[in-house]
């Protein structure tokens, strides 16, 4: 059996007489562990079966949490909010791994409360991508962030996206503000969030309708956790307000960082009318000003608020704490509290922290409608005015004082509404959320037979050619039919078994035959895209497709399932070779080159072939000395799709025309290109598209397509063909190994019984279409694997 690979640093076992060792295996146990072999090849009797994962967690009830966020001591909710999330989801699971990236100011001198992985400066683009690397290297399990769009810097908070990019763990967000009329950087960042995130956390359903409706999340992508509170006693009032030295007074509370649009000139503007019955009552109001206002014009609101008491004859009730309290400190202070009032000034305020709490500890709740507050103060849970309305908060206020029995039963209502939020249970639901979005923990169940169905082929094909896309497993005819596609087809069914008759037969022609007719001779090229119609939709396609038209007929001329279609594909390759000559792409150069060496194979004297085969790889070598670094030992500046077929070509050209110096060069691109795809953890992680045209960057984890597997295994084998050195193997069939679930998501991405194959993995698992290019990789990987193994066998 073919093991699933580790990770790259294991020890290779020696291997035993007659059998074939897969990649090297790191046993996840102590304790000895043999070695899962392949019993001796045979075409009749191999059988390919996956087995546990080396990346597998030993315990999946413990999880290795990336927490991202602010963190205590920095004076934002945002960073009290984290800090209660890692104290509320250690205390309640111990085993759980957490790893704190605290996101810190410009000027930061923040010494955190707790012991952190990494510090994240605002606006500093290496400190992002360091913790990206350091997420990354650490193999956490999840990422978890907190998000707020002031937090991180650039429009709209878009800095964040140096980070996610760059890792591959499964993501869950929690999104402090849904904003229901976004401006369009607003939208361009919640809309990329969405489309990365496993899961969103938001904290009231009018914010998960909002992501829905106005962000185009899924409705399973959402999760409503309400936010945590503490849970201390109820009525404990009296007691508070002897610490404080509010004895014997009525006390009105709001509290946090002062700003306007918290409406305090509403709760100002009541104090007339409530003293007027009331007039021992105090209105405490808690919280430094917002340090941002406080950059952009000191105290100058707060100096504003003082004026309007002052100017009502009420200053003499307002007790101003001018602080940033310690988080006990606070809900001792709100538990001295009668009633307490959050008078914002807009229906947009998404959550409010402080609501939460002060309705957790018994208090009395008087608000404004904004979102949160109709939510949690729903069914008489507490009392809603409308904004801006002095006359209105005076009366609710007043009527509440004069009814003892009525302010008890409010509090005791809305204390018991919060049980369910209190820190234990909103721990209890994420740690269920991070478990129940943590990748698989097993490799799939099914078995891996030496053989592939074809129903994936035979779904995609009609009497024209094979269709390009699918929607899920339905051919999508919107898109028709391309040369790349059906030159893929082609090579395939050389490559099938006796078994697949008499589809293999029938396609073989009907694949041939698109390839004939993309031919144009008035352009000299082939032509790529062709409607549902059968209507071509260009005179001449990409470099590309022409490229792989070449590579499809010399592969055919070599190895096509007839004399007669040999023949008609070595007539048609040197009809249309001169195509090549004037390629400038570096992959179009590889794929006719692989074409021509496979005329070479058949026919040694074949010039035209020999021609492209030698110049080719004098392109290729040119190409490198070009863009090469010390670090970078590439063809090009950008990473791209089938990477590893220029290093392919090279050895395969090397080989063919006895230099020795292409050949080596094919062999250090080929390692360094898959030494690039083995992700930390040891599984291969194929360049993802998200990398494309990023100068000298190290690849994006995202979005990961089948074509790259295959490419890499192709790669493997020539390497193999010319150094007979094993660990090729190892490469291969950890390449092979991303198709069954040896990758980032734990998923998989091949089905061997019908033959067919998904489109890939995108940050949220995978993508669930079925196109051709996924089911023809799929296919022509496992021949190809099959092939090399075999190979190696009889090596």
Not at 607 to 617: E, K, T
Not at 704 to 720: L, M, T
Request: aromatic share 8%; glycine share 8%; proline share 6%.
């Amino acid at each position: 059996m073919l093991a699933t690979t580790p990770p790259a640093s294991a020890s290779r076992p020696s291997p035993r007489p007659g059998r074939i060792f897969s990649a090297p295996y790191e046993a996840a146990f102590d304790g000895e562990f043999e070695q899962p072999v392949l019993e001796t090849y045979s075409p009749e009797n191999m059988v390919l079966k996956p087995v546990a994962q080396s990346l597998a967690r030993l315990n999946p009830n413990m999880p290795h949490i990336a927490l991202i966020g602010g963190f205590t001591p920095r004076r934002c909710g945002i960073a009290t909010f984290t800090a209660d999330i890692h104290a509320s989801i250690t205390a309640a699971f111990p085993e759980a791994v957490i790893d704190i990236y605290a996101m810190a100011p410009a000027a930061n001198d923040l010494v955190f409360d707790a012991p952190v992985r990494g510090v994240i400066i605002e606006n500093d683009s290496a400190s992002f991508i360091a913790a990206a690397h350091a997420i990354e290297a650490s193999s956490a399990d999840i990422v978890w962030l907190q998000h707020e769009f002031g937090l991180f810097g650039g429009p709209a908070g878009d800095k964040i996206f140096e980070l996610t990019d760059r890792i591959a763990a499964p993501l869950i967000a929690t999104l402090h503000t849904v904003m229901p009329d976004p401006d369009p950087d607003q939208m361009r960042v919640m809309q990329k969030l969405v489309a990365r995130a496993t899961k969103l956390i938001v904290m009231t359903d009018r914010a998960a309708l909002l992501l829905r409706d106005t962000f185009g999340a899924n409705a399973d992508q959402i999760e409503v956790i309400p936010h945590g509170v503490p849970d201390r006693p109820f009525g404990r009032t009296n007691h508070f307000k002897a610490k404080f030295g509010f004895e014997g007074r009525q006390l009105l509370m709001t509290f946090g960082l002062l700003s306007p649009g918290k409406g305090i000139e509403t709760v100002i503007s009541a104090l007339p009318h409530i003293l007027a019955t009331h007039p021992d009552l105090l209105y405490c109001i808690v919280g430094a000003t917002h340090p941002n206002l406080l950059a952009r014009e000191g105290e100058a609101y707060r100096e504003r608020l003082q004026s309007l008491a002052r100017s009502l004859g009420v200053e003499a009730h307002i007790h101003w704490i001018d602080a940033f309290l310690e988080t006990e400190e606070l809900l001792d202070l709100i538990e001295a509290a009668d009633i307490y009032i959050t008078p914002y000034q807009g229906a947009n305020q998404a959550t409010s922290g402080t609501l939460s709490y002060a309705l957790a500890l018994g208090k009395a709740v008087i608000s404004t409608p904004y979102a949160h507050a109709l939510e949690l103060l729903a069914d008489d849970h507490g009392i809603l005015v409308p904004f801006n309305d002095s006359a209105a908060l005076a009366d609710e206020v007043d009527a509440l004082l004069k009814n003892p029995g009525r302010l008890v039963a409010l509090q005791r209502r809305g204390y018991e509404r919060s049980r369910s939020m209190i820190w234990p249970a909103f721990a209890t639901r994420c740690h269920d959320l991070i478990l129940n979005s943590l990748n698989p923990v097993a490799a799939p169940a099914f078995q891996l037979t030496a053989r592939t169905g074809v129903e994936g082929l035979m779904r995609l094909s009609d009497g024209t050619g094979i269709m390009q896309h699918s929607i899920f497993c339905v051919p999508d005819r919107a898109h028709g039919y391309c040369v790349d596609d059906n030159a893929r087809a082609l090579m395939l069914t050389n490559r099938l078994g006796a078994q697949a008759e008499p589809e293999r037969s029938r396609l073989a022609v009907v694949f041939a035959s698109f390839v004939q007719s993309s031919w144009n001779d008035e352009s000299g090229e082939f032509r790529n895209f062709m409607g549902y119609a059968r209507n071509w939709l260009e005179a001449a396609g990409s470099e590309d497709s022409c490229g792989r038209a070449l590579w499809a007929l010399g592969a055919t001329a070599h190895e096509g399932l007839t004399p007669s279609l040999r023949d008609w594909a070595g007539k048609l390759f040197d009809r249309t070779v001169d195509s090549a000559r004037h390629f400038g792409s570096p992959r179009a150069t590889a794929f006719a080159m692989l074409g021509a060496d496979y005329v070479l194979a058949s026919q040694p004297g074949h010039d035209a072939a020999r021609a492209i085969l030698s110049d080719g790889a004098d392109f290729l070598l040119a190409r490198l000395a070009l863009t090469r670094r010390s670090d970078w030992p590439w063809f090009e500046s950008v990473l791209a799709y089938d990477n590893c077929r220029m290093p392919e070509a090279l050895i395969r050209a090397g080989l063919r025309l006895e230099r020795s110096d292409v050949t080596q060069r094919g062999l250090e691109t080929l390692n360094w290109i898959l030494d690039l795809q083995i992700s930390p953890s040891g599984y291969f992680r194929p360049i993802g598209s998200d990398s494309f045209g990023h100068e000298y960057v190290p690849p994006l984890p995202f979005d990961q397509q089948p074509v790259e597997a295959w490419a890499a295994i192709d790669g493997a084998s020539a390497a193999y063909d010319a150094t007979g050195d094993g660990h090729w193997l190892g490469h291969a069939s950890r390449a092979y190994d991303w198709f069954t679930g040896t990758n980032d998501r734990g998923v998989a991405i091949g089905d061997a019984l019908t033959g067919s194959c998904r489109d890939g993995i995108n940050p949220r698992g995978l993508n669930l279409n079925e196109g051709a290019e996924s089911v023809l990789s799929f296919q022509l990987a496992h021949s190809a694997l099959t092939n090399l193994m075999a190979k190696v066998a009889t090596h």
